[in-house]
């Protein structure tokens, strides 16, 4: 049977990181590895960290439609490949994928079936708490995150899982809940096969 | 925020009484109290084990749409009722019913958002040696039985979850997964709370 496809989505500072690594190392789920223009870093090994590609692989890859999305970061382009998604479903592997909450929407494009999940702070002064801790933002950008993630709240609606990240321990334990109940979702696979065992003799 | 209703559904032998009594346990959910003609016993009191009504009694909410679904057996009648559910959910508390496989649907019926879980055996070998482990039927009560299952796993298609319930602990995770992942869905009450949380100031 083929894998699922789960997106932990949210704004900025919502915690996405921090939730996924946990996921992977505590459940089987996979991690899809994303292209990148940038060059290699001592001890990344293609395929592993990253695909390593020229700007012309990349851009082509761009023309055919194979990125689910991609951007540019400081001069490097990098996307989540369509085709390594792909591949790891094929082989029955359950893909977890982070991303900004725009580009769950073009998941979602791509892949109809995937799960959406939506992760947030309890409350917006939370998140401004969270992300002034990060001590890595002006005043201006602080300001910005805020209102593009009050924005956000409003796309809530379009996923299919909402889980408050206000203990970090309840909120994998909830986006676990969710992989493992949606594992028992009723599929169209899964029917004819238990039909299949339960056949009249 | 109104409570969610869970319902256990599966053939004769699947286990569905046993995984209800863990869920009841080791989760915050309540049980449908049931209506009955039969008489109290020792002990016994209306509203905790059931709400004890009259012949006509029973007939009169049957006929004015109060039940679920009901039954008869060995000459008393019990049915669940739409009243006592309703009232659990309206008190924002997760409701959870145990009810046969035709009956997810009278359910569905009344209550188009419930969550509909179907639990089997693995294989239909499993299920007859459960059936046989009772030791309360006859040959031709077993074959019954089995012939019904059949029938019935042709209904998953129609259901939101299928538990395979091979190893108990397992059974009992998976449904408890069902029921954390569903209070994580998105539903229209949970985005206007929190879009209100999270409003331009």
Redesign the interface.
Known sequence: MAGLLFVISGPSAAGKGTICKRVLAETDLELSVSATTRKPRPGEEHGREYYFLTEEEFVALIENNGFVEHVENFGCRYGTLVSDVQERMARGKDVILEIDVQGGYLVREKFPDCIL??L?P???EELERRIRNRGTEDEESIQNRL?T???E??C??D?????INDDLDVAV??T???I???R???A?D??SS??Q????S
């Open positions: 999940i939506f947030i309890p409350t917006p209102q993630a009050r924005r709240v409003k809530i609606k996923y299919d899982y909402l889980v334990e909830d676990k809940a969710v493992r109940a949606e028992c979702r009723v169209e899964k029917c238990i039909e065992i339960f056949k009249e």
